[in-house]
């Protein structure tokens, strides 16, 4: 049985503002941390996100900003921060990699690394991607461009210091291959392409210097002070420098290490599955338990860029529909590994059908059989209603309630998967809402059938309670606010949860 949950998201670079793409994995980290809270209670539980703020690209973003580097991070980092409280993402922590913690477990991770010998200094000639911060082998580069972004990378000839990488090639490939490792990269296709790279390619020990006349902006090495670390490998490390991995050498395994997750989007894919695993092994730390890669939201073809001018404000979807309803589409409407299209109809259309139709209606039509029929009391169980006969449909009903809670479980902790969840609730949803239109509860009433009546109305109850449990985690305030409505022995019915919209009202 697992005791403790460590989960993490990327840090996200401050060069601009937070959009979908970065709201994507605070939400899909937010649901699994609110789940396993349930389960092994809060404090068994930690989630982790934070800032990149070094490199590059933020010293290019506050060059233009006309601010120092540290000037402009902290401008920017209030927007991540008060957009994930905008999304009520519940972080346990959140790290900066400028803060003192931070600095200080990278030089500690160097030094360590240095003095074993698996960082050396040579010379280096290579060509380099600046946007990126990607250095790339001949092989791997077309036309002298970029193969991420397309732009022209540089030849580079300086001093510098390498990691290791290639020595530790054989290892991977064994742990990644091992049986019990199944899971170390989700999903499944992700871990064959690590692999098949693997096999492919012989890695060139990484380049995780940059001279101080070609970049300031960074943390210097504590064995070469003319040179700072490279932001990668800076980055990675945030993930045992926030759990304070080496601040206590007599508490060297932390309560917290290893992550039993870290959710990263699929571009960032190497960098967790090669580069850490191996800076880990190097420093004879446990493995995290798994790293899963989610796809990409696109807007139409295309990928979201500044300039393309098809970035989407999180902010403004989640002020004109709610948070609920903006969880709720990127949860349900892709399989969490796979790529996404975002749009506005489409998320009209899923809170139409899904949310305003099913959900929605139920609870109201509920609320409002029991203002009508019992003046707001719910129906006690009692041995009398619980011997009534239901029909087919209600022992179904019955059957998949009891279920419920474990085909969530088997979803979210086994591959990552909120669509599959999703759907398996609104199985539910569905079922009652027609078990409403077959048993037509208008005509037990008029026919003075009191007990089926009741007993009806208690299923329903039920499922929504129910529902509303599994769902508390994906959406926390629709399932606060169905607590207060019908959580106590009488309602206390509100307004509609999601009113329909009408289509030809917005655009
Ligand atoms: N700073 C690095 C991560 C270091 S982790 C040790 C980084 N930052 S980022 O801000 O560029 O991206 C952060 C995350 O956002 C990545 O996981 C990336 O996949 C995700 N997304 C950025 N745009 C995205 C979409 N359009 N769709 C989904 N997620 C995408 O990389």
New binding site residues.
């Given amino acids: 049985m697992k005791k403790k949950f460590y989960i993490t998201t990327?840090?996200?670079?401050v060069n601009a503002s937070p959009?979908?793409?970065?709201s994507?994995?605070c939400i899909a980290a937010d649901t699994l941390a609110r789940y396993n809270r349930q389960i092994l209670g809060k404090e068994n539980v930690w989630f982790l996100t934070g800032t990149?703020e070094h490199g590059q690209k933020i010293q290019k973003a506050s060059d233009e900003a006309k601010l120092s580097p540290q000037e402009f991070v902290d401008k920017v980092v209030v927007q991540f921060k008060e957009l994930w409280k905008a999304l009520d993402i519940s972080y346990d922590d959140f790290i900066r990699t400028t803060e003192d913690r931070h600095i200080r477990t990278v030089q500690k991770v160097l030094d360590i690394l240095h003095r074993k010998g698996d960082i050396y200094e040579d010379k280096y000639e290579g060509l380099y991607c600046t946007p990126c911060e990607t250095f790339w082998l001949q092989s791997q580069v077309e036309n002298q461009l970029c193969p991420d972004c397309k732009r022209p990378v540089e030849k580079i000839a300086e001093k510098n210091y390498f990691f290791k990488l290639e020595k530790y090639q054989k290892w991977l490939i064994e742990y990644i291959n091992k049986p019990e490792n199944a899971k170390f990269i989700l999903p499944s296709t992700r871990q064959n392409e690590v692999l098949k790279f693997l096999q492919i390619n012989t890695l060139s020990d990484l380049c995780i210097s940059r001279p101080k006349e070609r970049l300031n902006w960074g943390i210097p090495l504590p064995f070469a002070p003319g040179h700072v670390t490279y932001v990668?490998f800076d980055?990675?490390i945030?993930?045992i420098s926030a759990v304070g991995e080496f601040d206590d050498k007599d508490k060297y395994h932390s309560k917290w290490w290893p992550a039993e997750l870290h959710l990263?989007?699929?571009?960032?894919l190497r960098?967790?599955a090669i580069y850490w695993p191996i800076i880990l092994k190097a420093l004879d730390i446990e493995m995290p338990k798994t790293i899963f890669a989610?796809?990409?939201?696109?807007i139409g073809e295309d990928?979201?860029s500044k300039s393309r001018g098809n970035v989407v404000n999180p902010i403004d979807i989640v002020n004109k529909f709610g948070i609920d309803v903006y969880r709720y589409f990127l949860l349900r409407d892709v399989p969490f590994g796979l790529d996404g299209n975002f749009s506005e109809g489409a998320l009209i259309k899923r809170f139409n059908a899904d949310l305003a139709n099913d959900l929605g209606n139920l609870v109201y039509r509920v609320l409002t059989m029991i203002e009508k029929y019992y003046r707001g009391d719910i129906p006690l169980a009692d041995k009398k209603i619980q011997d009534i006969k239901l029909n087919a449909r209600g022992e179904k009903i019955k059957s998949i309630i009891k279920t419920l809670h474990q085909a969530v479980d088997a979803s979210l902790s086994g591959e990552c998967d909120f669509s599959l969840p999703l759907e398996k609730i609104w199985g539910l949803i569905n079922m009652a809402n027609k078990y409403v239109e077959e048993t037509k509860p208008w005509n037990l009433a008029k026919e003075n059938k009191t007990e089926e009546l009741k007993a009806f109305i208690r299923l329903l109850v039920e499922v929504i309670r129910e529902s509303s449990k599994e769902l508390s985690a994906f959406m926390p305030r629709t399932a606060e606010s169905i607590k207060a409505q019908l959580g106590s022995d009488k309602i206390n019915k509100g307004k509609p949860l999601f009113p329909r919209i009408d289509l030809s009202s917005k655009t």
């Fill in positions: 990327p840090i996200y670079y959009h979908i793409g970065h994507y994995t990149d990668w980055a990675l945030n993930y990263i989007g699929k571009d960032i960098q967790h989610h796809g990409w939201w696109m990928k979201m």
